[in-house]
């Protein structure tokens, strides 16, 4: 069994690297297994925790200092052997929305009482083809955005795909298949938001090499290539990371390198402001130990988090 902890590592990052600031861990009071996956989304109700494992997901709040609130934490959204993956969970007030893979549907389970109870055939979107490996989704305005990727319909590689989730009228629009004019497609897609525009990454599959494409006024613009430090012995581009800073958007990637009695991740940085298309690559890097999992995202002071 293992303790869920929350561990913040932060560094504050004004388009460039500055000051490191920690912060001290946090219990969270109850326990799950080793290998338990973990998702979380945070409003004025606490932190809304989904942790699947074996194919089944479960349902947990807390609030800031790890106590479990009004005894809501193991409620069953799916049971374990029922082949779900990539739980992601988003609120609305008393609503919870758990968005997850399951039977090649992206499916939406729904609670109405803050996670004490769900309705796991609320709604739910076919998928393109087999072979789904990533969906994350986001909560913006009255909706939920996602984004996945997959095998090819046709073809070799993967496609990154985009979609919107209207809870309110359990509507799906505006899919957009995001990597449709690479020649080999993309995958480990992620999003943000800047006003009028949605803005995708991918990482360009086969190359490694990091894009991303906007949504701006529900036109979709031609993809960006977006210049990074491919250092000596850099063997895979493993994920990027779309973040609004001020008037900036910022791509966080991370890449592994190796050579000869020596391996490691590092995490890079390239900006470029939203009212122009020139992107800058930071000459900074974060070094980490290989394979090690990172979180980034922003605060209301513009700064950008790496936990």
Known sequence: MK???FILTVLFISV?????YWTSEIDINFFVQSNTKVASFVDQNGVHIVYSRNGGIRYALVNSNGGIVQNKYDKVIESEGA???YANVVAFGNNVYAVYYKNNDIKVAKSTNLGDTWNNTFSYYDLKNTGCNKILAYKYGDNIYIVWSEVRV???GYDSHFIRFTPSTTSWSEYKNVTENEEYGGDEPDLTFSPDRVHVSFIKYQFSEPKTRD???GIWQTSQSVPFDYLPYTTNLRKGKPIISSNYLNEMYRADYASIGTEGSYIGHSYRSLSNSTWYQNDENLFTPVNKIHVVNNALNNRIHII
Do not use: M, V
């Not at 460039?16 to 490191?20: A, I, W």
């Open 83 to 85: 082949g779900t993956n």
């Open 16 to 20: 460039g690297f500055s000051q490191n």
């Open 154 to 156: 046709s073809g070799w």
């Open 215 to 217: 949504r701006s006024s």
């Open 3 to 5: 303790k869920l902890i």
